[in-house]
């Protein structure tokens, strides 16, 4: 066996590498590998037919992210080319874009199916490879890890040769968005190892949050929320806001708290909470608790014995 070539420290350190690049700033990295899982019926088609849209005009990500312009491939072994046709037409793009396709081989992801992938790109100049559903793409178990890594080395050769890998996968049917999202993926746990970023999708009406589980090249992105907007022939997405995270909740929460009992001084729990209630707040009773027991620890309420020994709030004066 020939001698490993092992390096030093000083030798990484001293090394000088290029500043990252991102095909959609802080969510497809130029040389990366990405999963975008949702349940079923989540949108997460039509975003990934918006991100290549993006990329091939270089235009910004629902007027918020900017792209690097660059060719894309969709790989679609789901939708088939008539549904292709009219979501990429209602989505407003047009013939001249470096968009191309391939539908419904039922090729799976060998070592030479992904061989010839990487040079079609390369001769056509396309820097983002899209695949729908991961599924389609291999006959193995999806929950044993063995399985998944040599499926995931295989894409991974995409990654590796410098053009960025997007592939979209299902979620469990019992996962919720925010209660461990990477987990949330079908499959074995190699899945989200393997993957350079997760991109989490969840759906209310026409309203799409958008969040990452795990992102190797920067801080994980603060959650998006998208609107899917219909009108004749057109369909787009539209950007709605930042998702709060749950200290700006809990914040917001305890200033409408502070600002009742500053208004009704001396009030006591039952009446904040028929107040909460009238108002039309969902202030669940712990969670009025948790608020007080907060704002008395800070400081900034005090509490007083009143008739029948109920417990009155005040506002502190500094």
Known sequence: MKKLDIKSLGELLAREYPPQRWLIDGLVPCDGLVMMSSAPANYKTWLMMQFAISVAKGEKLFDHFSTEQSGVLVVDEESGERALQERFKRLGTNEDLAIYYLSRLGRKATKDYIDNIIEICQEKGIGLVMFDSLIRFHSGNENDSVEMAQVMNEFKKISDAGIACLILHHNRKSSLLGSNMGESMRGSGDLLAACDIHIAIARKKNVVTIS?????????????????????????????????TKDEKMDEMKQVVFATIAEFAGINRSELMRRFKQSSLDMPVNKVNDLLKSLLEDGDIYTERGEKNAVKYFVKNN
Do not use: D, H, L
């Not at 990452?212 to 801080?219: D, F, L, M, V």
């Not at 929320?225 to 709060?244: C, I, R």
């Open 212 to 244: 990452q589980s795990k992102n190797r090249y920067c801080e994980e992105m603060t959650p998006i929320k998208v609107k899917f907007v219909s009108a004749g022939e057109k369909s787009w997405f539209e950007f709605s806001e930042y998702q709060k």
